[in-house]
């Protein structure tokens, strides 16, 4: 499930990732709350829809977008706010939870670490089989980083995501530290989301 938070639109959606890199959408919505509601309400609004998604599909892993500073703090809070509940109810569930930055997503997906909102769409729809670009932009950001996991991580058997995954501070994730598993070698498709994340940097 790759999730890109927000309180007023937060993305989810579930993807199946195939060692072809090729991908499949199971499910995807964005879900929304109102500015005028409060803020403890709209806050559980956003949990709940997260733990209804979680507990019908399951997932793997739960892949999200890192949350960054912003020059907009209003912003950036209700970001963070969406981002803990979303993340306490997987790890309630025992779901492992991965972090991905915007650059690191399209540089996964596009090749291009500084990939225009377009161009992403184009890629998801062509990498899911989508009959048309997904809308809006929080359903095909969410897309993205499941996108990103999935090829970053390496796509194999249930876990393998995971299996030599860190976030984007070098940590292992909760199944490995379960597990007391360390970083192994890496797969083809971490070592292609490792050259395209090269090619963007160049540029």
């Known amino acids: 499930m790759g999730?890109?938070?927000?309180?007023t639109r937060c993305g989810f959606a579930v993807?199946?990732?195939?060692?072809?890199?090729?991908g499949k959408s199971l499910h995807v919505e964005v879900k929304g709350t109102s500015s005028t509601e409060d803020l403890a309400v709209r806050i559980l609004e956003i949990q709940r829809a997260a733990e209804l998604?979680?507990?019908?599909?399951?997932?793997?892993?739960?892949?999200?977008?890192?949350?960054?500073?912003?020059?907009?703090?209003p912003t950036a809070i209700a970001t963070a706010q969406a981002s803990g509940v979303v993340i306490a109810a997987a790890a309630a569930r025992g779901i492992p939870v991965a972090w991905h930055t915007p650059?690191?997503?399209?540089?996964?997906?596009t090749d291009d670490g500084r990939a225009e909102?377009?161009?992403?769409?184009?890629?998801?729809?062509?990498?899911?089989?989508?009959?048309?670009?997904?809308?809006?932009?929080?359903?095909?950001d969410a897309y993205a980083v499941a996108i990103c996991h999935g090829w970053r991580s390496g796509v194999g058997a249930?876990?393998?995501?995971?299996?030599?995954?860190?976030?984007?501070?070098?940590?292992r994730t909760a199944l490995q530290q379960a597990q007391?598993?360390?970083?192994?070698?890496?797969?083809a498709a971490q070592r292609a989301w490792q050259e395209a994340e090269r090619r963007a940097a160049r540029r």
């Open 3 to 7: 999730v890109d938070p927000g309180l």
């Open 15 to 22: 993807v199946e990732m195939q060692p072809t890199r090729a």
């Open 180 to 187: 007391g598993t360390a970083p192994s070698g890496l797969t």
């Open 117 to 140: 909102k377009g161009a992403v769409a184009r890629m998801v729809q062509r990498i899911l089989g989508l009959p048309g670009l997904p809308k809006p932009v929080d359903a095909t």
């Open 103 to 109: 650059s690191e997503v399209k540089a996964a997906v």
């Open 53 to 73: 998604l979680l507990d019908e599909y399951a997932p793997d892993v739960l892949a999200i977008e890192r949350v960054f500073s912003s020059a907009n703090a």
């Open 158 to 171: 249930k876990y393998n995501m995971t299996a030599a995954t860190p976030t984007h501070q070098g940590s």
